[in-house]
């Protein structure tokens, strides 16, 4: 069945480095990524999406490319702030159809001072 | 803009006792979702409803119920509470390719 891997627990940096976030995905239909962000006490939102391979989406200063040939979909970031200390998924739209989301287990990002 | 509002935000429940949480949105969405999310493993698909009155079992629907009586609103029901059960609950709504959530209910069973 589908599923999404998002190696990463915990990720903490200092503010002002690169973060890459990694999530990988298995399905056997054509894959439509996500990433949603989450920060404490509030509801997920999407941050980015894509079903382009190998073309970049950006937001927010967060960027990620769809790479179909390694499943891939990683977010990253060129320097962190304090305030994107948050809750990051990644996200596949499910083979069942449009109406499903399934997400991996979650990347928590901390950035200290 | 839309807004998707659950209530009760917090709930406290006895071990098999019969719970229901509530969700609305004014986006004027057809689809529907429940998804819990536990710590350290993401969010679990619960139900999820594409119109009004239809209803969709996900992963995760053993020990719920759900109820989608009217486009804007779609009900949640853990039909036994498990002792020392916490989660979080979020709602969720989509037209297209973007899923709308709620804030959440947190649910702690004694």
């Known amino acids: 069945g589908d599923s999404v891997t998002q190696t990463e627990g915990l990720v903490t940096l200092t503010k002002g480095l690169p973060v890459m976030l990694n999530c990988t995905y298995q399905?056997?239909?054509?894959?439509?990524l996500f990433w949603y962000v989450q920060h404490l006490n509030e509801a997920p939102k999407l941050l980015l999406k894509?079903?382009?391979?190998?073309k970049r989406t950006e937001h927010q200063g967060f960027y990620a490319t769809l790479h179909k040939s390694s499943s891939s979909f990683h977010l990253q970031k060129s320097s962190v702030q304090l305030s994107d200390s948050a809750l990051y998924f990644c996200?596949?739209?499910?083979?069942?159809?449009?109406?499903?989301?399934?997400f991996g287990s979650g990347t928590q990002l901390t950035v200290m001072p | 803009g839309g807004i998707i509002t659950q209530t009760p935000k917090f709930l406290i429940g006895q071990e098999g006792q019969k719970l229901t949480l509530k969700c609305q949105q004014n986006?004027?969405?057809?689809?529907m979702y429940w998804y819990r999310q536990d710590s350290g493993k993401g969010l679990r698909l619960i139900y999820y409803?594409?119109?009004?009155?239809?209803?969709q079992k996900g992963d995760l629907s053993e020990g719920y119920d759900a109820s989608r009586e009217k486009k804007s609103s779609f009900s949640l029901t853990v039909t036994s509470a498990q002792k020392n059960e916490m989660a979080v609950f979020l709602c969720?709504?989509?037209?297209?390719?973007?899923?709308?959530f709620g804030k959440g209910t947190r649910l702690t069973v004694v």
């Open positions: 969720a709504s989509s037209m297209g390719t973007e899923v709308f």
């Open positions: 399905t056997t239909y054509s894959p439509f």
């Open positions: 894509s079903s382009t391979d190998n």
């Open positions: 996200a596949l739209r499910g083979s069942s159809g449009s109406w499903q989301l399934i």
């Open positions: 986006f004027n969405h057809d689809t």
């Open positions: 409803s594409i119109t009004e009155n239809d209803l």
